[in-house]
T-cell receptor, first 112, second 116 residues
Framework: DAKTTQPNSMESNEEEPVHLPCNHS???????IHWYRQLPSQGPEYVIH???SNVNNRMASLAIAEDRKSSTLILHRATLRDAAVYYC?????????????FGKGTKLSVKP | ETGVTQTPRHLVMGMTNKKSLKCEQH?????MYWYKQSAKKPLELMFV???????ENNSVPSRFSPECPNSSHLFLHLHTLQPEDSALYLC???????????????FGDGTRLSIL
């Protein structure tokens, strides 16, 4: 299954936009790009997913490169509640290990 | 509130005990999953059920035994566990399951299991 590469950690200031990058150079044509986040002492929470086009929802935006080898999760105005570990995951149809293979993610810290 | 409820939230058991973890989803989903999250390791998929049929067993030791009696409930039966099985066990559900890959998964908050 295709892998993703994310920075281990990032910092942001409250009320500023945050751009979380993800590289997935071995992505295949039918792999979806999913983002989840996990707050302390909670299970992962779905954020957004997409295939080729950029996607927006109430939580975030997902910008997908034209060649699909990278993507960026955009939090438009970071709040303290956005401090979490963010996971970028490629989900392959009929993947050998189910669908979601979690990596180590990016730990986002938000400063007031 | 994610719509996925796991009980108990915390469990301490000895290596010779038998216990069960319970997961219930109120979302009308057809697929359910068990994951294991150990300290400093990524989440690992354990089992996948789609329409109450087990479709994935990710090389999990037989001391973990899943059960899916209906599409809303999922159990993980535990027996003769080892100290390295101490971890956070997470349940998730999705509207459709494997092999489909475009459905979000909704997670519970997990059961923190400690093996003495």
């Amino acid at each position: 299954d295709a892998k993703t590469t994310q920075p281990n950690s990032m910092e942001s200031n409250e009320e500023e936009p945050v751009h979380l990058p993800c590289n997935h150079s071995t992505i295949s044509g039918t792999d979806y790009i999913h983002w989840y986040r996990q707050l302390p002492s909670q299970g992962p929470e779905y954020v957004i997913h997409g295939l080729t086009s950029n996607v927006n929802n109430r939580m975030a935006s997902l910008a997908i490169a034209e060649d699909r080898k990278s993507s960026t999760l955009i939090l438009h105005r970071a709040t303290l509640r956005d401090a979490a570990v963010y996971y970028c995951i490629l989900s392959r149809y009929g993947g050998s290990q189910g669908n979601l293979i979690f990596g180590k993610g990016t730990k986002l810290s938000v400063k007031p | 509130e994610t719509g996925v409820t796991q009980t108990p939230r915390h469990l301490v058991m000895g290596m010779t005990n038998k216990k069960s973890l319970k997961c219930e989803q109120h979302l009308g989903h057809n697929a359910m999953y068990w994951y294991k999250q150990s300290a400093k390791k990524p989440l690992e998929l354990m089992f996948v059920y789609s329409l109450e049929e087990r479709v994935e067993n990710n090389s999990v030791p037989s001391r973990f035994s899943p059960e899916c009696p209906n599409s809303s409930h999922l159990f993980l039966h535990l027996h003769t566990l080892q100290p390295e099985d101490s971890a956070l066990y997470l349940c998730a559900s999705s509207r459709t399951g494997w092999p489909s890959n475009n459905q979000p998964q909704h997670f519970g908050d997990g059961t923190r299991l400690s093996i003495l």
